[in-house]
């Protein structure tokens, strides 16, 4: 693959091949990188995905790959949780490989500042909002209770708000593909 691309965008290291099961669109265990291709019912079935990363991993490395970086890189994003009757609430989204952590940024803040997390694997959708492109809505199924939640938040960019929903919409199909939701 690197030879087709003129340079290095993947290593061994930090990717893995999956072989896609047909209709499920789950992905079984990574291929032994000693298998042959040859020895495959259908080689064109191969999917080829970022690892996550561990803590031998050398991170610098890592993410000169792109996708890698995406996969594994926790990012910060200052936002405003928009609330129809109430005021809006200053919020600090977290984003990992796992979840988006919630924090109030507020200093007057009743209660806690750490709010339940959104598990990546709970989430049914997010999306820019058409109105404007630095909101966005995200709805995912609640932990404990069960049902739906339907949040919006507000970034401070349209490119930040369109760079979030990226990554989270590339970790949940990362999730389905290898398996894990």
Same mark, same amino acid.
């Given at each position: 693959?690197?030879?087709?691309?003129?340079?290095?965008?993947?290593?061994?290291?930090?990717?893995?091949?999956?072989?896609?099961?047909?209709?499920?669109?789950?992905?079984?265990?990574?291929?032994?990188?000693?298998?042959?291709?040859?020895?495959?019912?259908?080689?064109?079935?191969?999917?080829?995905?970022?690892?996550?990363?561990?803590?031998?991993?050398?991170?610098?490395?890592?993410?000169?790959?792109?996708?890698?970086?995406?996969?594994?890189? %926790?990012? =910060?994003?200052?936002?405003? +949780?928009?609330?129809?009757?109430?005021?809006? /609430?200053?919020?600090? !989204?977290?984003?990992? @490989?796992?979840?988006?952590?919630?924090?109030?940024?507020?200093?007057?803040?009743?209660?806690?500042?750490?709010?339940?997390?959104?598990?990546?694997?709970?989430?049914?959708?997010?999306?820019?909002?058409?109105?404007?492109?630095?909101?966005?809505?995200?709805?995912?199924?609640?932990?404990?209770?069960?049902?739906?939640?339907?949040? %919006?938040? =507000?970034?401070?960019?349209? +490119?930040?708000?369109?760079?979030?929903?990226? /990554?989270?919409?590339? !970790?949940?199909?990362? @999730?389905?593909?290898?398996?894990?939701?």
């Amino acid at each position: 693959l690197n030879k087709k691309k003129h340079n290095a965008h993947f290593h061994a290291q930090y990717f893995n091949f999956y072989k896609n099961n047909g209709q499920q669109a789950k992905l079984k265990d990574p291929l032994k990188l000693t298998q042959a291709i040859i020895e495959l019912e259908e080689p064109r079935q191969l999917i080829l995905l970022p690892k996550f990363l561990t803590q031998k991993d050398d991170i610098s490395e890592a993410y000169n790959f792109n996708l890698v970086r995406l996969a594994n890189e %926790v990012r =910060e994003y200052h936002c405003t +949780k928009i609330r129809n009757a109430r005021k809006n /609430k200053k919020r600090l !989204l977290i984003v990992d @490989r796992h979840r988006i952590v919630k924090k109030a940024m507020d200093d007057y803040n009743i209660g806690t500042n750490d709010h339940v997390p959104i598990d990546i694997v709970k989430i049914i959708d997010i999306h820019v909002n058409d109105k404007n492109n630095k909101q966005l809505t995200v709805e995912y199924q609640k932990p404990a209770a069960g049902g739906c939640r339907v949040q %919006v938040y =507000e970034l401070e960019s349209a +490119k930040e708000c369109s760079e979030f929903v990226a /990554k989270v919409k590339y !970790l949940r199909t990362l @999730r389905r593909l290898q398996g894990m939701m």
